[in-house]
């Protein structure tokens, strides 16, 4: 049996990377989950991936950026799972520029995929997760179960990155607004943390090819490598794993924090 047998999951940004990782783990583990993306055919393919597997999994595809599609994508879960138990805000994206070079659309694109996303899929959550939970309490004087939110940081926010002035303004405020999220909603045993990864193998971190948005320099990979403590780059199976232990009851007791998992990468413990 596994650990999130029953629950009912989001994952926003699904289709690549950590957010299909996240997906398969939780579906692992017994959930069902609601796989959001952009992008259809990677969102599929995670789908398809947890049902040969056995397990049961949806695709919603939304750009939660807009907070009516937040809501299309939580209606839709509901609509089809029947509940709603965790919400796990991974999407994210990287326009890397020095600061002398940004412009306010460079920011707000990147402050909006990376904060806005998390904003809006965990509030139009509200009534699945704090209503439903204010209601057992009232009915039963306790909750049935905690329910979970996870955020998506990153260790970026806490050394800060030369060129992610953006990204890090997002990334800072989820580690703030998971503390203060944890406060208002721990009354109704609802969890909200985050996890903070290093670098971890994804189009995020390639190395950067001419004429593409994503990825980084080759010598910033390199770089990486060297103060990591444990001499390799995460995977993204390495941030699943963290997340599914933060969704799962044996967390219960665990709130408000940002869990760097960096594999000790030195400055961002
Ligand atoms: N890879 C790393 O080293 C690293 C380090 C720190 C933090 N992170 C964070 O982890 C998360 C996942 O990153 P990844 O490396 O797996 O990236 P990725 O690019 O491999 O996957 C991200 C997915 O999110 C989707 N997405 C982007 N914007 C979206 C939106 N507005 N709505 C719905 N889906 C959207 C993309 O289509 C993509 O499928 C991001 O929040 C990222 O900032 C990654």
């Known amino acids: 049996m596994g650990r999130l047998e029953d629950r009912v999951a989001i994952v926003t940004g699904g289709g690549r990377g950590i957010g299909q990782a996240t997906s398969l783990k939780l579906a692992a583990e017994g959930a069902k989950v609601v796989i959001n993306d952009l992008d259809p055919e990677p969102a599929n393919e995670t789908r398809e991936l947890i049902e040969a597997a056995g397990g049961e ?36 994206v990287t326009r890397d520029k020095m600061f002398h070079g940004l412009d ?6 990147v402050f909006d995929a990376n904060f806005k996303t998390g904003f809006h899929t965990t509030y139009a959550a509200m009534p699945y997760l ?15 179960y905690n329910r979970k939110i996870i955020f998506t940081s990153s260790v970026a926010a806490i050394m800060g990155n030369p060129g992610q002035f953006n990204y890090t303004a997002a990334k800072g405020a989820v580690i703030a607004t998971t503390k203060t999220l944890a406060r208002e909603l721990g009354p109704f045993q609802i969890n909200v943390n985050a ?9 995020l971190t390639a190395a950067k090819t001419e004429g593409s948005d994503l990825g980084i320099p080759e010598e910033m990979r390199q770089m990486a490598k060297a103060i990591i403590s444990l001499g390799r780059m995460g995977q993204p199976e390495d941030i699943a794993n963290t997340t599914a232990f933060l969704a ?17 990468q030195l400055g961002g413990m």
């Open 130 to 144: 704090r209503d439903q939970a204010k209601k057992e309490l009232a009915e039963n004087g306790a909750v049935a």
């Open 57 to 92: 999994a949806a695709v919603v595809v939304a750009n939660t950026v807009d907070m009516a599609e937040a809501q299309r994508l939580v209606d839709e879960a509901v609509n089809t799972f029947g509940k709603l138990d965790i919400v796990v805000n991974n999407a994210g």
């Open 248 to 264: 799962s009851s044996e967390a219960d007791f665990i709130s408000g924090v940002t869990i760097p998992v960096t594999g000790g």
């Open 195 to 203: 996890v903070a990864p290093g670098f971890v193998e994804t189009r």
């Open 104 to 109: 306010d659309d460079l920011f707000d694109f």
